[in-house]
Structures are given as C-alpha cells and as structure tokens.
C-alpha cells in the first residue's frame, strides 16, 4: 500500500548541493521529496540545501531536504524530504510535476533530463 503523500514522478535532475558540488540524478521527484542515485552517503536525519533546474523552467530551484531514507539495491542512493519555506518552490514543483505525469500517460515516456 502506497504511503506517499504526493505523486511521484520518475524522471531523472542533477541535484547539487548549495555551493555546486554534484549529489547525484534523482530517480524519482515529488513535491514532497526524491530519491536521488547517489555514491555519497548522508545520515539520516542529515539536512541537505539542495539545488536543481527543471527541464522546462527558467529558474534554478534552492529548497532545504532532510535525508529520510538510503538505499543500497537496486541502485545506491537517498530518499529526501523536502522542507520548502517558498511557495513558489512548491508550485514550480507542484506544476512540473502534473504537467510531466500527463505527458507521460499520454505517450508512455519516460523523460530522463
């Protein structure tokens, strides 16, 4: 049984941390968090600020996550959850990500960025 609060939508961002350092490709992105493929390990609990470019914005989006989860197998990396403070973070997010689950419905693709 599904626990998410939010849609997930696979699609793969470079995610870095504030500073410019790369932490990996997310697999999967909501707009309440992303696992993102990662060699790096985080903590849990560990507060990450985070920065990534959607595919079809013209900004950079800057947010704070929280390592929830890590993952070994199938593919090494974290689960984040988002800690947003801007709403217009969520809605960039929120608008992405119905925008994108649509497209894919329709054409059955799956984006990678």
């Not at 947010?63 to 197998?73: C, D």
Request: glycine share 8%; net charge positive; with cysteine.
């Amino acid at each position: 049984m599904e626990r998410r609060r939010y849609k997930r939508l696979i699609f793969g961002i470079n995610v870095y941390r504030l500073g410019g350092k790369q932490i990996g490709l997310t697999k999967d992105i909501s707009t309440g968090g992303a696992f993102i493929e990662t060699s790096d390990h985080f903590p849990i609990g560990k507060k990450l600020d985070i920065v990534f470019e959607l595919p079809d914005e013209l900004k950079t989006l800057t947010t704070s996550a929280i390592v929830i989860t890590h993952r070994k197998k199938p593919c090494s990396g974290i689960g984040v959850e988002f800690k947003i403070k801007k709403g217009s973070v969520i809605k960039s997010l929120k608008q992405f990500t119905e925008r994108w689950s649509m497209y894919m419905e329709q054409s059955n693709h799956v984006p990678n960025a």
